[in-house]
């Protein structure tokens, strides 16, 4: 019989939906569950299941996201269930439990806010996220890592329990698909007349617009590179107005409206990536591996972006791009400025990540890796413990994390939030 594979994620899971389907051309039944719209898994011909979690600290939600999983792995039975993203990893392990479920894979795309703030919150919350991780760990079959750093970090605070651990570069990018989306679209020509660029260089970077994401960095960086190429023209791709009180605001960006544009979410960012010159990528944020820095490797941008977890795993720092520390506009507008001028050295850095993003991060690839860990997965004796002694622990750990503060309006933060 075919193994069912139930795949749970965040909100933004479609993006996903291309690895779902290859996972089904291997010989999986798959199906997903996420907090997201149904639509897109409908239209893919992919059975969904939606449940809600609340992204932010809320003990209560999360107990109650806990029973519904619970509840959805009791009725359907899969023989596996892979997570991915920051609350349904921790979540995930404890209800497969619960509902006596067998082979539990997460999968950790980046560790998010409470591993990268420096607030006083973040760190007096991270004992707290790390026992709960140890938790899960008991009941998770394999982690799987999307970057190195990430796994030393688990490896080091000992957050992994007796499982499988392997790193998995990625989510997986279908190059073809990327390749023939950026060809379809208007031209190079149509794209900036459209925007009223003309001539100007342009530097584009695609992400959150929130301060986590470096955008209030990219904005003084790129006032020091108008003082030395006035011609040049920044656009900042993305979502604003849905990020709460992180958000960038819009009286931040008018300040520099003068080569500032902000365009909001676009869908089609193949297209746009081809009008660019450079591809800024300022994150403060534990990446697991960014897929706005995978395509614009294939699409053949040069790249500067930030020393951080995930972004060092696409970038070679002076080999296939640039890496600069967080938060350093100067840096970052100095290396901004070296590939707007050498664009021989530049062409030749993202041909490199280019090469690299085509040999470690193909969608085949991957599927291929992950497909090797489920059969040998499916191939062993399920892991199966007690179920009531952790969903204790985690009712005390939650109410541990409540206590340090829960109010939403007033911070703003994600704690265990997906990216």
């Given amino acids: 019989m075919t193994a069912h ?12 939906i291309p690895f779902l389907l290859a996972l089904r051309q291997r010989g999986f039944r798959v199906s997903a569950a996420g907090s ?24 209560f939600a999360d107990w109650t996201a ?4 619970s509840k959805l792995f009791a009725e359907l039975r899969p023989e596996l269930v892979q997570s991915f993203d ?4 921790l979540l995930v392990p404890l209800a497969a439990r619960r509902a006596r479920a067998t082979h539990v894979v997460r999968t950790i795309n980046g560790l998010g806010w409470i591993y990268s703030s420096r607030s006083f919150k973040a760190l007096a919350l ?5 026992n709960l991780h140890r938790l899960a760990a ?29 790193l998995i570069p990625g989510s997986g990018i279908d190059v073809d698909k990327f390749t023939r989306a950026r060809l379809s679209g208007p031209s190079r020509a149509e794209l900036r007349q459209a925007l009223g660029l003309g001539d100007s260089e342009v530097v584009i ?8 994401k470096g955008i209030a960095t990219l904005l003084e960086a790129a006032a020091l590179v108008h003082e030395a190429r006035p011609g040049v023209r920044f656009l900042l791709v993305g979502p604003r107005q849905s990020e709460g009180p992180l958000a960038i605001s819009q009286a931040e960006i008018d300040r520099h409206a003068a080569y500032v544009t902000a365009l909001g979410p676009r869908s089609d960012i193949p297209s746009l990536l081809q009008i660019a010159d450079v591809f800024a990528f300022p994150t403060e944020y534990r990446e697991g591996v960014p897929r706005a820095l995978l395509e614009a490797a294939l699409a053949g941008l040069p790249i500067v972006a930030t020393r951080m977890p995930g972004c060092s795993d696409v970038v070679e720092d ?17 290396r901004i400025i070296d590939l707007l001028r050498d664009r021989e050295a530049a062409a030749t850095m993202s041909a490199r990540a280019a090469q690299g993003v085509r040999q470690e991060f193909g969608l085949d690839l991957t599927v291929e890796r992950y497909a090797k860990v489920y059969e040998d997965l499916l191939a062993s004796p399920a892991q199966v413990d007690l179920a009531e002694r952790d969903g204790s622990k985690l009712a005390s750990l939650q109410r541990a994390a409540a206590q340090l503060g829960t109010d939403r309006e007033s911070d703003g933060y994600r704690v265990l939030g997906t990216q």
């Fill in 86 to 89: 920051t609350k349904p990893n």
């Fill in 5 to 16: 594979v139930l795949c749970v994620g965040g909100e933004d899971h479609s993006l996903r």
């Fill in 318 to 334: 002076g080999t296939s791009g640039f890496l600069v520390p967080p938060r350093s506009p100067r840096l970052l507008a100095r």
């Fill in 36 to 59: 997201g719209e149904a639509a897109p898994f409908s239209q893919a011909g992919l059975p969904y299941f939606p449940f809600r979690f609340d992204r932010f600290v809320n003990p």
């Fill in 205 to 212: 970077t695609v992400t959150r617009l929130t301060r986590q």
């Fill in 138 to 166: 008991r009941s998770t079959a394999a982690t799987l890592f999307q970057n190195r750093e990430d796994m030393a970090f688990f490896e080091r605070h000992r957050l992994l329990g007796k499982g499988t651990r392997r």
């Fill in 126 to 130: 991270s004992p707290v996220y790390r």
């Fill in 66 to 69: 806990l029973g519904s999983l």
